[in-house]
């Protein structure tokens, strides 16, 4: 049997910003998938090489975090054309069977034009759904015009791909409602690679953390005001002098990081805090299996009330408790036995979880094994299977 060709086309750095299109490119290339990829180019990385089987075509883009609205669209534009060229160029060599494109941006998917011409079906893996995020990182209502401009775009986007799949229920509820989609909308939960994340691999750091004196608390992911980090640092400011020995860790990168360090400093929470910075995805299960409680403090808004936390689920499956934002996603998935649960936005209610637990070994201990149980629906075992069975009835 012929080997069926796929290419990702992703406006971000690859392995280490996207831990989903690593997870997909891998299934597939399990699977006996030749899979290209082609992303952006970070100053040390090389502009092609093969990875864990998959081929790595990288750009002269950067990403801009923080950037204006202007910086943005001249950066995704600029990949836009890149990717365009790149991908026709080796469609004529490789004549692909499909092209996966994931947002954002969702006009992305139109690199993929000449393909789709001659006949290679395009997917489109929405990450995001653009308008709620746009209104989420810029504070505005629906009907704001810029706003209507992105799901135009989105409605676009969408007509044009063969395919379209997204990561959770409330993202596929949202896109139904604007789009016209019938049966080609599918779900891919973004679930933990077991690859990266299994608690048995660490047994040292678990060792560790079971003599040391301190209580740890960890984060890693995205540095956005949206996700509540701040929240999070204030919870343990209110803790710091009925828990001397409580320790919260920050691993990630983003446009709230200098926010972070002033507030960590303005609290005097020096011996308390860790804002570590940017750590490789490699490096994260260690670092997870050494702590004591994962938290997952998003504020509560348009978009992140529709998105599921990836991290929350790394914690889970590396046997930790975690502590969540009571949002509508993360409550499609898991219950208060499974999710110790506090107000969004709210450090008081926080703390208190965060007091429960560091006195109650007992109920860590519950959570993390009701969080496992209830996750197994959604393994990356079980969504990996139904992923390379989509792709292969897709790419044909």
Request: hydrophobic share 40%; net charge positive; glycine share 4%.
């Amino acid at each position: 049997m012929t080997m069926k060709k796929i290419c990702m086309v992703v406006h971000a750095y690859y392995p280490a910003a996207e831990p989903r299109v690593r997870r997909e490119a891998e299934a597939l290339v399990d699977n006996g998938f030749e899979v290209d990829i082609i992303c952006l180019k970070e100053g040390h990385e090389k502009p092609y090489e093969t990875l864990n089987g998959a081929k790595i075509y990288r750009l002269p883009v950067r990403r801009h975090r923080g950037s204006g609205l202007a910086v943005y669209i001249f950066e995704y534009l600029s990949f836009f054309v890149l990717s365009s060229i790149v991908l026709t160029l080796n469609f004529v060599k490789k004549h692909y069977n499909a092209v996966q494109v994931h947002n954002l941006p969702d006009f992305l998917v139109f690199a993929a034009f000449i393909p789709k011409l001659f006949g290679t079906k395009v997917i489109l893996d929405i990450h995001d759904v653009s308008p709620e995020l746009f209104m989420s990182k810029q504070r505005l209502e629906s009907e704001n015009f810029l706003v209507e401009i992105l799901k135009s775009l989105e409605k676009l986007s969408i007509s044009f791909a063969d395919h379209v799949i997204t990561v959770g229920k409330p993202f596929a509820e949202t896109l139904r409602k604007r789009n016209r989609l019938d049966k080609k909308l599918s779900i891919i939960m973004n679930s933990a690679d077991p690859k990266l994340f299994n608690s048995g691999k660490y047994p040292a750091e678990n060792e560790r953390l079971k003599s040391t004196r301190k209580f740890i608390i960890t984060y890693h992911g995205s540095l956005f005001r949206r996700y509540g980090i701040d929240v999070a640092i204030k919870a343990i400011y209110l803790l710091k002098d009925k828990l001397p020995d409580i320790r919260f860790k920050i691993y990630g990168r983003g446009e709230a990081f200098d926010e972070l360090r002033r507030l960590i400093s303005d609290l005097c929470l020096g011996n308390h805090v860790d804002l570590v910075g940017y750590v490789p995805a490699d490096d994260i299960p260690p670092l997870i299996s050494s702590a004591d409680v994962g938290v997952v403090p998003y504020r509560k808004d348009r978009f992140t009330n529709l998105l599921f936390p990836t991290k929350a689920f790394e914690y889970i499956v590396m046997n930790k408790p975690v502590i969540a934002s009571r949002t509508a996603a993360v409550e499609t998935i898991f219950d208060d036995s499974a999710v110790m649960f506090f107000e969004p936005g709210n450090a008081q209610d926080l703390a208190r979880c965060i007091l429960e637990l560091y006195h109650n070994p007992e109920k860590r201990d519950e959570l993390a094994r009701m969080a496992k149980k209830q996750y197994e629906k959604i393994s990356w075992e079980l969504m990996s299977k139904r992923y390379c069975e989509l792709i292969s009835s897709i790419a044909k």
